[in-house]
């Protein structure tokens, strides 16, 4: 079955950097556009990056574009989200997902979900 | 960026209950509405796509309904394992952005 099993997470203090890692099995990779969302503890969700199914388009908020880099490997079925100048507010369990989107009104995934369930990053000195 | 605007961001109702949740997006969004569901613990769980389609294997009593700028989620009869968080997220543009969420809870 189809499953995101995501690693990486731990303890950083503020200013280091942290790569997360997204192991994807029971689907075609290589064919999903996929995304990072992260949820602090009691708040809400927060959608964190985009990546097309092939690398070649990424896509963040306004607040995390340029600290964070999404990336992948389909030849190993692996998705990774780089996060540098860590800052105590980046505190979250982060998800990988394929989520529906639309850019332009052009919609792909729109109602295939598929979540794993969270690494958590602790920024603290 | 496109603001969701959720309520109530908590509710307490009895087994059987009717339950409503509204979700405001800050302009129009189509249908590009979804409904999740989270249980302490575990990842989101999507409920509804499209504002009003239910996702497979998700229990009828669940239903969504709006267009634009106004959407509704309704629980029609509460069961005890509804109990949860429930978020909407609009789809039709980036970023992706998510209501404040409703806390479900048991009177």
């Known amino acids: 079955q189809v499953q995101l099993v995501e690693s990486g997470g731990g303890v950083v203090q503020p200013g280091r950097s942290l790569r997360l890692s997204c192991e994807a099995s029971g689907f075609t990779f290589s064919t999903y556009a996929l995304h990072w969302v992260r949820q602090a503890p009691g708040k809400g969700l927060e959608w964190v990056a985009l990546?097309?199914?092939?690398?070649?388009?990424?896509y963040y908020p306004d607040s995390l574009r340029g600290r964070f880099t999404v990336s992948r490997d389909n030849s190993k079925n692996t998705l990774y989200l780089q996060m540098n100048g860590l800052r105590p507010e980046d505190t979250a369990t982060y998800h990988c997902a394929s989520l529906g989107f639309c850019i332009n009104g052009v919609c792909r995934g729109v109602g295939l979900d598929f979540w794993g369930q969270g690494t958590t990053v602790t920024v603290s000195s | 960026d496109i603001q969701m605007t959720q309520s109530p961001s908590s509710l307490s109702a009895s087994v059987g209950d009717r339950v409503t949740i509204t979700c405001q997006a800050s302009?129009?969004?189509?249908?590009?509405l979804n409904w999740y569901q989270q249980i302490a613990g575990k990842a989101p769980k999507l409920l509804i796509y499209?504002?009003?389609n239910l996702e497979g294997g998700v229990p009828s009593r669940f239903s969504g309904s709006g267009s634009g700028t106004d959407f509704i989620f309704t629980i029609s009869s509460l069961q005890p394992e509804d109990i949860a968080t429930y978020y909407c997220q609009q789809y039709d543009n980036l970023p992706l952005t998510f209501g404040g969420g409703t806390k479900v809870e048991m009177k």
């Open positions: 302009q129009g969004i189509s249908n590009s």
């Open positions: 990546i097309s199914y092939d690398g070649r388009n990424k």
């Open positions: 499209d504002a009003s």
